[in-house]
């Protein structure tokens, strides 16, 4: 069992691009959440997927986006771009809502 | 979620047995408890969880006061590499986690 899977491992964009992160949960999890995790700082919940839709979301602007497939794998769109935004994103997922997350490595995001 | 309460630092010696607290006062009773820990730079690990009954697996223990508004965290022996953030955490049910600042445990030799 490959756990959860997060790629790219590492990113670097530029400020007002566009960046897609991609999640794949561990086998027989159907939930998958994303944070966001800046340096000395604990992970935020940007929001969470669940039959394919987005049941709960944090506070966290429109500029995050999400999406969930028929296979349970995620994306999470982040548009626009700000020095702010550079961070390690996390994917959570699970069997059902919460019920004992189980996190990838993450992707770490900067932006230059 | 229940707001929980923990110490921001920690330390211990290897060898020792580690109990890390944390305060839920307001806890709901369908809510459970549930322990993750983050080794630096990497994704949060889950330790354990409880709801009433103290709990017990291969890496913690779980103590859980009767009247639920407090737990421990025991790490029996600890090791340097326990060494990490360790997070309480008692979502509301049927919701995600929400991460606070944790309790930062230094073990050291």
């Known amino acids: 069992d490959a756990g959860v899977t997060q790629s790219p491992t590492h990113l670097i964009k530029t400020r007002g691009q566009q960046v897609t992160l991609r999640c794949s949960p561990k086998s027989g999890h159907d939930t998958v959440s994303w944070y966001q995790q800046a340096l000395g700082q604990g992970p935020q919940f940007i929001f969470q997927?669940?039959?394919?839709?987005?049941?709960q979301r944090g506070n966290f602007p429109d500029r995050f986006s999400g999406h969930q497939f028929p296979n349970y794998s995620s994306e999470l769109n982040v548009n626009a771009l700000l020095l702010g935004d550079s961070a390690l994103y996390l994917c959570?997922?699970?069997?059902?809502?919460?019920?004992?997350?189980?996190f990838g490595q993450g992707t770490r995001l900067t932006v230059v | 979620d229940a707001k929980t309460t923990q110490p921001p630092s920690m330390d211990c010696a290897e060898g020792r047995a580690a109990n890390l607290p944390c305060n839920h006062s307001t806890i709901s009773g369908n809510e459970y408890v549930y322990w993750y820990r983050q080794i630096h730079s990497q994704g949060p690990q889950y330790i354990i969880h409880g709801l009433k009954n103290n709990e017990t697996n291969e890496m913690a223990s779980l103590i859980i006061t009767e009247d639920r508004k407090s737990s421990t965290l025991i790490l029996p022996h600890a090791t340097l590499r326990d060494t990490a953030v360790y997070y309480c955490?008692?979502?509301?049910?049927?919701?995600?986690?929400?991460f606070g600042k944790g309790t930062t445990l230094s073990v050291s030799s």
């Open positions: 997927y669940y039959e394919e839709e987005e049941r």
């Open positions: 959570a997922s699970s069997l059902g809502p919460v019920r004992g997350a189980f």
């Open positions: 955490i008692a979502p509301q049910a049927g919701t995600a986690l929400i």
